[in-house]
């Protein structure tokens, strides 16, 4: 796996997450799950879905955290440890790759798994695992990878925030097309899962590829939604939209740029123009995602 990102990135999106996730998708999920749930987190970065799925799940259970970067790891378990305690939760490291949150339905465990998701699912400890998540994971990967994800599996898997290629920047701007064409490109170029990546057809390619292996599959629009102004009630939204859209508007341009080289001073006006709109707070914008959940059958 060649693609990563940075902590500074993770943590500025996270809010947007978890405002973004579908409750009624998590929802039919935690139904599927025992008492003590063994979750499995892949690409699982500062453990952005950890915090905010455990909490839901409510009662005892234990994560672990997949992830080949080992700063990732430890910044997840420095970050949960902080959250957890600033919300009055009590923790405790029972060794140096555990942590405990100790939660008044029980303990949250959680471990740290250094692995390379382009050996997934080789590498992972599926016979551990009551179920497989991610959150925007699967339009990095390719078409064989996911294939080869689906036909190992016999637990739930859920794959949060998988874009659809729904994106829409506010007010309109004559290279728009032109810039969404070169990130659309750039989407589905190789991110070191052994073929071109899904990128917006991501969603799709699970039903898909899923279905085919008897799993019932659903999803939910979870868009991202950021404006300069009004809107957002949420505070932590409010306070990071400006910096969330500035980092969207520049992430846009350079994939763009790196794919139409010849167009790199329409895309460079058009960054330009959009960061303007930023500071002034007049730029709005919509990034289409999906969450889907493949369950297997009850036989399985």
């Known amino acids: 796996m060649t693609e990563?990102?940075?902590?500074?990135?993770?943590?500025?999106?996270?809010?947007?997450?978890?405002?973004?996730?579908?409750?009624?998708?998590?929802?039919?999920?935690?139904?599927?799950?025992?008492?003590r749930p063994r979750?499995?987190?892949?690409?699982?970065?500062?453990?952005?879905?950890?915090?905010?799925?455990a909490p839901r799940i409510g009662r005892a259970q234990a994560w672990t955290l997949v992830d080949a970067d080992r700063e990732m790891a430890e910044a997840a378990f420095d970050t949960i440890a902080d959250r957890a305690e600033a919300i009055g939760l009590k923790i405790s490291f029972p060794n140096r790759k555990t942590l405990l949150v100790h939660a008044p339905g029980g303990a949250w465990r959680v471990e740290a798994l250094a692995a390379d998701l382009a050996e997934a699912p080789e590498n992972l400890p599926l016979h551990n695992a009551d179920a497989v998540l991610s959150s925007a994971l699967c339009d990095l990967?390719?078409?064989?990878?996911?294939?080869?994800?689906?036909?190992?599996?016999?637990?739930?898997?859920?794959?949060?925030l998988c874009v659809d290629g729904r994106d829409r920047f506010t007010p309109p701007h004559p290279a728009d097309a032109r810039v969404a064409a070169g990130f659309r490109r750039?989407?589905?170029?190789?991110?070191?899962?052994?073929?071109?990546?899904?990128?917006?057809?991501?969603?799709?390619?699970?039903?898909?590829?899923?279905?085919?292996?008897?799993?019932?599959?659903?999803?939910?629009?979870?868009?991202?939604?950021?404006?300069?102004?009004?809107?957002l009630a949420h505070p932590s939204l409010r306070d990071r939209s400006a910096q969330f859209l500035a980092e969207l508007v520049m992430g846009h341009a350079a994939s763009a740029e790196r794919?139409?080289?010849?167009?790199?001073?329409?895309?460079?006006?058009?960054?330009?123009?959009?960061?303007?709109?930023?500071?002034?707070r007049r730029l709005a914008l919509r990034i289409g995602h999906r969450d889907v959940l493949a369950l297997p059958g009850e036989r399985a």
Not at 11 to 18: G, I, K, M, Y
Not at 39 to 53: C, E, N, V
Not at 143 to 158: Q, V
């Open 39 to 53: 979750l499995l987190d892949l690409g699982a970065g500062t453990g952005s879905l950890f915090r905010w799925l």
């Open 259 to 280: 794919q139409d080289p010849r167009g790199a001073a329409r895309i460079a006006g058009w960054s330009a123009a959009r960061l303007g709109q930023v500071a002034e």
């Open 186 to 231: 750039d989407q589905i170029r190789d991110k070191g899962f052994g073929g071109a990546a899904l990128g917006p057809a991501a969603p799709a390619a699970i039903a898909r590829i899923f279905g085919a292996r008897g799993f019932t599959v659903e999803s939910a629009a979870s868009d991202w939604v950021a404006r300069g102004r009004g809107g």
């Open 141 to 160: 990967v390719s078409t064989p990878w996911l294939e080869d994800m689906a036909t190992a599996l016999r637990i739930p898997f859920y794959a949060a």
């Open 4 to 35: 990563e990102f940075s902590l500074d990135w993770l943590d500025l999106r996270e809010p947007f997450d978890a405002l973004a996730r579908s409750e009624a998708l998590a929802a039919r999920l935690l139904a599927r799950l025992p008492a």
